[in-house]
Structure formats: structure tokens, C-alpha cells
């Protein structure tokens, strides 16, 4: 059913800093005023916190300042008090360990900064693949009114003709030169067009999966997730959305309103028919768990089953989310779900009407782009969940970037026994390995790396490629970046870190591979198995200190999410008492 707003007006919580006459309004409102704010925006209008992730060191988030003057405009012109507010930017490409070890601490952040400050509701501005995530988690501990708007995709890349995708081209070329298939003076000249305007990567890669998953939740307005970063539409939408959380805040649009069940599982089957990122699965596990829904793998693989892939893009495809956009964009994907049955059409949303009265007129403009169902890339595009003695709690698979002929093997284990071995044995054409292996490396989830790195996706030995071999088994319990591509088994939970049975694989051990009867198994029987077990210790102490041991001691598996054990629930919003 459309939202039904709530009576209005109604004391706002902002009004608990700004309203009255105590001493305790006149400092709140008389700091704020050396900004040159006049009087009356401090008159009971909504207050809207610009969350922004700005950042020149997270370089798929550093033009969303324009957007939040955009969004300003719309919070102005819809008699909202906009205050922009800077929060922890998260960069897939620059921080180390890895961004995924600090998704968390800025969920953290984000949760405090809105429940303690003046806040009515939030427009959260969002690109690089973490901060989509984070600030989603954070505002549904916290519950007060808030939408997303993200900072959209870079405009295509071409090389030489080819459209080049921003991190799929990256593996792929990187691959070449060591197949000697491309010069290494050619990889550089190849750069300057993965890049080449602002946004985030152009493929459907992380960023572009979880801005497609918060509209497909239902928390970005339509159209939101495909818009061109440098696309005056882009501004467009960053607008409207300033105009909509003003609304939502008198209506107390919340979102508890609309991040229910069928929200989540509309946008599992979404992500099975763009063919979504793994890492996807992660941040959808956490953010359920944020507003105490019992989301599981379970859930992930019984909904994809039936979900075929028809977005035609990079890097289960071939185009990129330009075209994605001028086909019609997630509206259309939405629609289609829609019509097979796979969508549930009443799901509410952050404008205040059903996800099916937003999508249900929509046209796509190129076939070829958005596939009809019998041309889908796979029809099971959904994430496979695998079980067995060698993943008891689960681990993932992408059967859109997957090679078919690789979904059912057995092969031999080669193991790497964390990322630092795997540099520096893989090159090695003394290594014993060939194409019928399985590459198993351990030690790299959420306790191992620290923070579970995107390092699933192993490149293959230069003596492998050169035969003309562009994919391998390979299994870990890290993330692979969703613009790889492979037949790559990830997040294997229990992780080894933490005893998982991946910890005591060994060389030349068999495994089984089984897809399309979700198995993975460690092919020695049950008392070696335990005997293995019993034998093992963990590879390193812990961290001592900081938040690096923090991480450590709290973060659960990834078949869970990989949050805090202390963040998962809504907190709510209640405003303290304070006196000066």
C-alpha cells in the first residue's frame, strides 16, 4: 500500500537543541548562527544532515560536493534546514589493509553522528563501494528518517576500440602481460582510459551492485543507481532527493518503514538478475541484521535459483553502465522481476509509493543491453551458496562470471597459505600446477587478513596462461572485487583464521566442486578431518591494541554479515539530556 503520512506539524527532535527560550537552546542556536544562518531556519523546520563522503583520497566519492549543494537546494526549496556534515569515508582503491576492515568503524561513526547531533533526518551520499553499505547500516541503527543518493558511475573507458571496463580491464590486461600477450608499455597506455571521469567503476562492480541494492530496497528515489556521475541528471536526482527527505521527515518515513523482508529479498533477486557483486551478500547479511531481520545464505540461494541474469554488462557481459542507463536503467529490471512473479509489488519506498508504481510504466530502450529472459546470460543468475565438510557454515559463488565447464570438478589443491605466499610461489614455473588444480588460499576473511581483502580472485601462474587457460577453481575465505570475474569459490565460513576446516587443507589433498548441488567438499575422510582439527593452531596472535584488535575480537563470519557482534539491532534515536 502508498505510505500514509502522519499528522503534521509535530515537534521535531531537532527542537530539542534548537526550540525555546532555556539557556541550552540560545547556545545551540547562537553557535550555529556564527555561520550566518538566519533566525528563522531555526523556527521548527526540519533539520536534514547532508552525510557526505567527500574525500580527495577516495577518488570515486571526490565530486559529491557539487551534489550536496544540489541536494541543498532541494532541502531549501522544500522548506528544509540542510546542514551538511562530513563523515568517515571508506576507498576500496586506497586503504589498507583493505576497506572492508573499516566498513564497521564507519558504520559506527555514522550511527553516533546522527543520533548526536540535531538531526530531523539524513540524506546519505554515497559512491565508493563501502560507504553505501555504512551509512545504510548506521542510519537504520538509528532510525530516523533517511534516503540515498549515490555519486553514479564513470563514463566508459575504450582502448583501442574495446570498451574498457574499470577493474574487470584491470585483471584482464594485467593477465595479458603475463601471458605475454601484451606489452607492459601498452598496460600504461591502456590506464588512461579506465578512468576517465568522475564516478565510480562503470562496470557492475561493487559500487554499481550496492547502489542498484538500495534501490531495489527501496531507499534511493527511481532511477537513483545508473545515472552518469557527470550526467546533469545526476544533479537532477541529488535535488529531488533534497525535496523528498524534507517530506519524509514530515510524513516519519523511517527506515524501519521500508527496509522489510520483501524489500531484502527483492533485492537479492535483483542482484540475481544484474548479476550483482558477492560482496553484496555481505552488506545485505549486515544491514538485516541492523533492523533485527533473520536474513541468511539460505535466503540468498533459494531466492536467486529462479532469478536469470539479463543485465548484459561487465563483468559477466559486455557493455557498461552508460549503456545500462540508456536502456532504461534498475526501473526496467525492476519491472521484468515484476512480471515473472519474482518481485513483491506492494514493497514500500523512500518516495511514498509502491516499488510497483514506480516501475510499472517503464520502457527499456535496448534490448540488447537489458536481455530478454530466454537470451539471459545464465538463468540461475542468483548467488550460489555452497556446502560441505569444507565450508560447514557456507561460501559463495557467481555462476554469471563463472566458466560453465568449471561448475562441476575435482581436482587437486594447490595451497597458498595466506596472500604473501601466493605472491611469491605463483610465478614461480617451478610450482607444481596445472589446469585441472584447485587454488586454495587461506587465511584471508574477516580475522585473517585482517578484514577479509578482495585477493579471492587469484590470477592464474604465467605458465597457465601462456597455454592459452584464462580460468582456474580457486577457493578462499576472502572477497573477490565485483568487476572480477572466474569460477571462484569465496568467503568459506568457518574462515581458517578461525578454525575453519580450510585451515588444514593441504597440498595435493582432492576437492570436489558441485554447483548445481551446492557442494564443496574436502575429499579425506571424517577421522582425518578431525584429526587434521585437532592438530591445528592458529597462524599469528591477534592484534594488540587499537581498532585492528577491536575488528578482531568482535567481528562474526561472513555467512553472517562480518558486523560487530555489539552493532547488530536498531539502537533508535533518543536525543540525552544535556545542560550547560
Known amino acids: 500500500m502508498t505510505f500514509k503520512p502522519a499528522k503534521w506539524p509535530r515537534k521535531l527532535r531537532s527542537q530539542e537543541w534548537f526550540g525555546g527560550m532555556s539557556k541550552d537552546a540560545i547556545y545551540h542556536r547562537g553557535w550555529m548562527k556564527n555561520q550566518g544562518f538566519p533566525a528563522d531556519l531555526f523556527d521548527g523546520r526540519p533539520v536534514i544532515g547532508i552525510l557526505n563522503t567527500f574525500s580527495e583520497l577516495n577518488p570515486c566519492n571526490a565530486h559529491l560536493n557539487d551534489l550536496a549543494q544540489r541536494v541543498k537546494h532541494g532541502i531549501y526549496e522544500a522548506g528544509g534546514f540542510p546542514v551538511e556534515v562530513p563523515v568517515f569515508s571508506v576507498s576500496e582503491s586506497g586503504f589498507r589493509p583493505t576497506a572492508m576492515m573499516f566498513r564497521n568503524l564507519a558504520a559506527m561513526a555514522v550511527e553516533e553522528t546522527i543520533r548526536g547531533q540535531q538531526m530531523d533526518g539524513c540524506v546519505l551520499l554515497v559512491g565508493c563501494d563501502k560507504t553505501t553499505p555504512s551509512l545504510l547500516m548506521g542510519a537504520a541503527s538509528v532510525d530516523l528518517p533517511s534516503i540515498v543518493v549515490t555519486g553514479g558511475p564513470m563514463l566508459n573507458g575504450y582502448y583501442k576500440g574495446e570498451r574498457v571496463g574499470s577493474g574487470t580491464h584491470l585483471w584482464k590486461f594485467s593477465e595479458a602481460v603475463k601471458a605475454g600477450e601484451m606489452t607492459a608499455e601498452e598496460f600504461v597506455e591502456a590506464e588512461a582510459s579506465m578512468s576517465r571521469s568522475p564516478g565510480t567503476c562503470n562496470t557492475m562492480g561493487t559500487a554499481s551492485t550496492m547502489a542498484s541494492m538500495a534501490e531495489a530496497l527501496g531507499m534511493a528515489l527511481s532511477g537513483n543507481a545508473a545515472i552518469p556521475a557527470v550526467d546533469s541528471r545526476r544533479r537532477m536526482m541529488a535535488q529531488l532527493t533534497g525535496r523528498r527527505i524534507v ?125 530478454p529472459a530466454d537470451k539471459a546470460l545464465t538463468q540461475s543468475g542468483g548467488v550460489v551458496v555452497l556446502r560441505g565438510n569444507l565450508a560447514p557454515n557456507g561460501a559463495v559463488l557467481k555462476p554469471s562470471a563463472a566458466t ?52 579471492g580472485n587469484m590470477g592464474l601462474p604465467p605458465k597457465i596462461l601462456k597455454k592459452g587457460i584464462t580460468d582456474m577453481v580457486r577457493i578462499s575465505d576472502a572477497r573477490m572485487s565485483g568487476t572480477a570475474f572466474g569460477t571462484v569459490v569465496l568467503h568459506t565460513a568457518p574462515e581458517a583464521a578461525a578454525g575453519g576446516p580450510l585451515a588444514v587443507v593441504r597440498t595435493g589433498d ?13 575429499d579425506i575422510s571424517d577421522e582425518e578431518l578431525a584429526a587434521r582439527m585437532a592438530a591445528w593452531t592458529p597462524p599469528a596472535p591477534k592484534p594488540q591494541g587499537g581498532y585492528a584488535q577491536l575488528f578482531h575480537d568482535h567481528v562474526m563470519g561472513p555467512d553472517t554479515g562480518a558486523d560487530f557482534d555489539f552493532l547488530v539491532g536498531c539502537r533508535g534515536n533518543a536525543v540525552g539530556r544535556e545542560s550547560h
Request: with cysteine.
Open 247 to 371: 517530506q519524509m521527515v514530515k510524513d516519519d518515513l523511517k527506515p524501519s518503514d521500508v527496509l522489510t523482508r520483501e524489500a531484502f529479498e527483492n533485492a537479492i533477486r535483483t542482484n540475481g538478475a544484474i548479476g550483482g557483486s558477492t560482496n553484496a551478500v555481505i552488506h545485505l547479511l549486515a544491514l538485516a541484521g541492523r533492523v533485527g531481520l533473520d536474513l541468511t545464505l539460505d535466503d540468498w540461494d533459494r531466492l536467486g535459483r529462479d532469478v536469470p541474469t539479463i543485465v548484459n554488462l561487465m563483468p559477466s557481459g559486455k557493455y557498461l553502465m552508460e549503456e545500462f542507463f540508456y536502456a532504461g536503467g534498475l526501473p526496467v529490471v525492476l519491472k521484468r522481476l515484476g512480471e515473472a512473479g519474482l518481485l513483491h509489488k506492494d514493497a514500500l519506498t523512500v518516495s511514498g509509493e509502491t516499488m510497483w508504481e514506480q516501475v510499472k510504466d517503464v520502457t527499456n530502450h535496448n534490448p540488447d543491453v537489458i536481455l
Open 404 to 455: 560453465p565447464d568449471l561448475m562441476v570438478h575435482r581436482g587437486r589443491a594447490v595451497v597458498f597459505e595466506d596472500i604473501d605466499d601466493y605472491k611469491a610461489r605463483i610465478d614461480d614455473d617451478a610450482l607444481d600446477i596445472d589446469e585441472t588444480c584447485v587454488m586454495v588460499m587461506k587465511n584471508c576473511g574477516p580475522k585473517g587478513y585482517p578484514g577479509m581483502a578482495e585477493v
Open 510 to 522: 582432492m576437492i570436489e566442486l558441485d554447483v548445481p548441488n551446492r557442494r564443496l567438499h574436502l
